[in-house]
């Protein structure tokens, strides 16, 4: 089973600092770093470094070569990955002492998404593929349909939240993986266990993964729930905390593993990068799961 992986690819500035910047002050950073980064990128290399047969298709600028390059070192099919004219999208992070972060995104390349790109991206793969998409990108409404159309299964992470969500198809998502502030935005609720009930009464045909932070993650679908507790560690940087979970899970799944086997990963996975500082970088591999898990 292939799994398409149509996502965003970032430079990230990453700041260490003192404290998130208040509005009015400035602020001098203890350290800084240039490294690649994107949820979309993030996503792949874990998917890769999970074990799953993984390619993914975006869009760079001229100064791109070290994204391409980074995806294809990490085992990433990386032959619908194109250079565009714009500059490639970047993020500004800042790291607080706790391993907190906050971070702005400039969208650049991957806001030049066209439907004739789509299709060809899309051409390769049939139904029962995995079609995995954040919200870094445009036109990920006509990318949803398209793959549903296909009978590919449509996993959306809707992160970062933003108005143009619900104007999306969700009917046609197979799967939604989010946290409690992105779950709360799409139900309407708030409480944990009412925005499970409300995404499965809105999207009753769809799977739902919901990650509570230091609560664990929950599964509902097909009539049933599973809870998955969160690993205990000390937090260094959370930066890839969810891109790891979402690509460790569906490596899992595509492997053809049970749903508790796919939470344990994601869950133990996620624990080990944000040990570790930095975003992709921090990302473990399958062996080292694994081995965390005896």
Not at 7 to 12: A, I, M, Q, V
Not at 51 to 57: D, L
Request: proline share 4%; aromatic share 8%.
């Amino acid at each position: 089973m292939k799994i398409l992986n149509f996502g965003s690819l970032n430079l990230d500035l990453v700041y260490q600092m003192p404290h998130f910047v208040r509005a009015g002050e400035t602020l001098s950073s203890t350290s800084f770093t240039r490294s690649v980064g994107g949820k979309g990128l993030n996503q792949s290399v874990a998917l890769a470094k999970a074990g799953a047969q993984v390619y993914h298709a975006g869009l760079v600028g001229e100064d791109g070569e070290m994204l391409r390059s980074f995806l294809q070192e990490n085992g990433v099919d990386v032959r619908f990955v194109r250079t565009v004219d714009a500059p490639s999208g970047h993020a500004v992070i800042q790291v607080e002492p706790a391993g907190n972060n906050c971070i702005f995104l400039y969208g650049g390349a991957n806001q030049c998404v066209t439907e004739a790109f789509i299709r060809e991206a899309l051409e390769p793969f049939e139904a029962g593929d995995f079609l995995i998409l954040q919200n870094e990108i445009n036109d990920i409404g006509r990318i949803i349909e398209l793959a549903a159309d296909r009978g590919m299964q449509v996993v959306l992470n809707p992160s970062p939240i933003a108005d143009n969500l619900k104007s999306l198809p969700l009917e046609r998502i197979s799967w939604f993986i989010l946290n409690e502030i992105e779950g709360a935005e799409l139900s309407g609720r708030s409480d944990a266990g009412d925005v499970l009930e409300g995404l499965t009464a809105l999207y009753p045909h769809a799977r739902i993964v919901l990650t509570l932070g230091s609560e664990g993650s929950v599964y509902a679908g097909e009539g049933r729930r599973v809870h998955q507790s969160a690993y205990r560690v000390k937090a260094v940087d959370t930066t890839a905390a969810g891109d790891t979970f979402t690509g460790f899970f569906f490596a899992a799944m595509a492997e053809g593993a049970p749903v508790e086997e796919a939470l344990r990963r994601a869950s133990k996975a996620s624990a080990i990068s944000v040990t570790r500082p930095g975003a992709a970088a921090s990302i473990p591999t399958l062996d080292e799961v694994l081995e965390a898990l005896k």
